[in-house]
């Protein structure tokens, strides 16, 4: 199981690269906000794999984007012919964690399947089931999900016992209903509709509930467990470790991260400074492993 841990100085091993892969592309297409990140095509990301380790980057979080949307999702083809050729190509040259949510393939960009604008957690919770066990196949190191649901870590720790895999759950265990998501959301077409997703997302306000939540995460099985968004989540760290003892990460969102690109563009800061800052910040909050749009930017220079 990978190690991740909180030194004393910031380094690359500690930062996690988001990559998005989507179906149906030509070539690659700019993610609005994001800098230098893509929507890739499988051979565009490959080669921008190859050019991250370069840099140092040897950590990544896999989002993957199918052309069809299905109300009920129990195909995921697509997904293991991306992951399974990412498997192949790269080996164990680099960690491969992945996003392990619904919303980029449901017909209303819900995280769960809906019915009359509620989650139906039962049938959720099998198609979460099913694209995990299609990311594990593929060769994924990390299952990641991302969707807030009661009981995901629990029904995933149950299914993966029963099928005897040993692959380590990374819980978004701590995710609030925020909105700093909109860059993600326009990459990853995974904006909501009809109803938000304050029903299964955390209310920003309520730290109590926030720490109970990665608890409940823990006990569940969970082996990393995570605050998003990262830098407005930096008080509930220190707090989820000491109370779970898990290794614990921050992802700095889209939101966040074109904030500062923001800043950048407008002379009003210069970008790797703020950057930085930005990083050390959820760093010396006791962050073991953070996820960032620029790890590859920032590598070599740590």
């Known amino acids: 199981m990978k190690k991740f841990s909180n030194s004393n100085k910031l380094k690359a091993i500690n930062l996690i690269q988001p990559i998005f892969i989507e179906e149906g592309l030509k070539s690659k297409k700019i993610v609005k906000g994001l800098g230098k990140n893509y929507s890739h095509t499988l ?5 921008t794999i190859v050019s991250d380790i370069n840099k140092g980057v040897k950590n990544f979080l896999f989002f993957i984007i199918p052309k069809k949307k299905q109300r009920k999702p129990k195909d995921f083809n697509f997904h293991y012919q991306v992951l ?7 080996g164990n040259r680099i960690l491969i964690i992945v996003d392990t949510c619904l919303c980029s393939v449901t017909t209303d960009g819900h995280c769960g399947i809906t019915h009359k604008n509620k989650i139906n957690l039962k049938e959720t919770h099998k198609s979460l089931g ?16 991302s969707d807030m649901m009661k009981g995901t870590t629990k029904y995933l720790k149950s299914l993966f016992k029963k099928k005897k895999y040993k692959i380590p759950i990374m819980s978004y265990s701590s995710k609030f209903f925020s909105s700093f998501y909109g860059p993600f ?10 109803f938000d997703r304050s029903s299964y997302q955390l209310p920003v306000h309520d730290f109590k509930k926030a720490v109970q939540s990665s608890i409940t995460n823990a006990k569940h099985g969970a082996s990393y ?11 509930l760290i ?5 109370k779970t003892k898990l290794p614990t990460g921050a992802y700095q969102v889209s939101g966040e991260y074109a904030s500062l690109q923001y800043l950048s563009q407008n002379k009003l800061g210069d970008f790797d400074k703020l950057y930085k800052e930005s990083l050390v910040a959820i760093h010396r909050a006791g962050a073991d492993f953070i996820i960032t749009y620029g790890a590859r930017d920032i590598a070599k220079n740590l």
């Open 84 to 90: 399974s050729n990412i498997k192949k190509t790269f």
């Open 238 to 242: 220190k707090e989820i470790k000491n």
């Open 130 to 145: 099913i694209v995990a066990d299609t990311f594990i196949q593929a060769g994924a190191d990390i299952i990641a999900p």
């Open 185 to 194: 959301r326009n990459a990853a077409k995974s904006s909501p509709k009809k």
């Open 43 to 47: 051979q565009s990301a490959k080669k």
């Open 225 to 235: 467990l995570m605050v998003k968004p990262g830098i407005t989540s930096i008080d």
